[in-house]
């Protein structure tokens, strides 16, 4: 039985999220199915670093399985990308050790936020971009989200339906950039066209240990209340505090999120230097990026 680590980059548009859900399309199951086509496999789970949402979408998702099968990893990765729908694609496949768990060994996460503002929606991002009418102040966005670096008791920042009992959390960062449109080489976006000169995003980018259900996108959801003006930075504080959910802002929709890259120490798949499996802006379209060549997480085919 070999290990598997396969990178995956998805539009999320038309999933009812990653998890397998009886009657609905999910990412996993297609995966899954265009695995078993390849292997000729009856059963194949795969387990990813994390679930994302309906709607959410990922630039770098890291999932392992276990198969049998004698294919070599170029071999089963061009099979399997033949199989997938049109809204997947396996960017990189390594065999790893059998202990390697993507979900387990993962140090942490990164997830970019697209909020499109100017005086009017494009229609051309309305899966990849929530619109928020109006200017934002960034500079006060940015010190609000001084507060929410560190460990910190999240549970304002996540809603009903989490499984975790621990809401403590480490957040390492919290980015906010602007452009004038989402497709500079520095912040790349899939299926992006250039906008005109006067619609503006901001790149709201939160990498953290792990996170709580809906967390990011609480937490995108306060700091636009920041950004309108209707809270002080300070309020963030307050709700982070606050342990309530109530005292947060609202929860951003999920059409605007990426789940950008997944941070992996080596030492759990080859005792070697860390290593990330992220969306690699330099290079053609469907590759990924590794920090550490041991690894094996070089672009893929």
Request: glycine share 6%; with cysteine; proline share 7%.
């Amino acid at each position: 039985m070999r290990n598997f680590r396969i990178t995956l980059r998805y539009d999320g548009t038309n999933f009812c999220g990653w998890q397998r859900q009886l009657g609905r399309r999910s990412v996993q199951e297609s995966v899954e199915a265009a695995i078993a086509a390849i292997t000729q496999e009856t059963t194949v789970r795969l387990n990813a670093s994390g679930r994302t949402d309906a709607g959410v979408h990922a630039l770098a998702q890291v999932a392992n399985f276990f198969s049998t099968t004698r294919l070599d990893c170029p071999t089963l990765l061009r099979g399997i990308n033949a199989q997938l729908p049109p809204d997947i694609i396996a960017t990189d496949l390594a065999e790893v050790p059998q202990s390697f768990d993507a979900n387990k060994d993962a140090l942490s996460k990164r997830y970019r936020y697209v909020v499109q503002t100017g005086p009017w929606p494009d229609p051309l991002q309305r899966h990849y971009a929530w619109y928020v009418r109006g200017p934002l102040d960034v500079s006060a966005m940015r010190q609000a989200a001084l507060y929410l670096i560190g460990r910190h008791d999240f549970q304002a920042f996540t809603t009903s339906g989490s499984e975790r009992l621990n809401t403590i959390r480490t957040v390492l960062a919290v980015d906010i950039d602007g452009a004038s449109y989402p497709t500079s080489e520095k912040k790349p976006l899939p299926m992006l066209a250039r906008s005109p000169s006067d619609v503006q995003y901001l790149l709201i980018e939160v990498e953290a240990d792990g996170f709580l259900y809906n967390m990011v996108r609480a937490i995108v959801g306060s700091l636009i209340e920041v950004g309108r003006g209707r809270w002080s930075p300070e309020q963030v504080r307050t709700a982070l505090l606050s342990k309530d959910r109530r005292h947060a802002g609202p929860t951003a929709p999920p059409h605007g999120l990426f789940l950008l890259a997944v941070r992996y120490a080596c030492s759990a798949a080859t005792g070697d230097e860390p290593a990330v499996a992220q969306h690699n802006p330099t290079a053609r379209p469907w590759t990924t990026e590794s920090q550490s060549p041991p690894c094996e997480l070089s672009p893929g085919a």
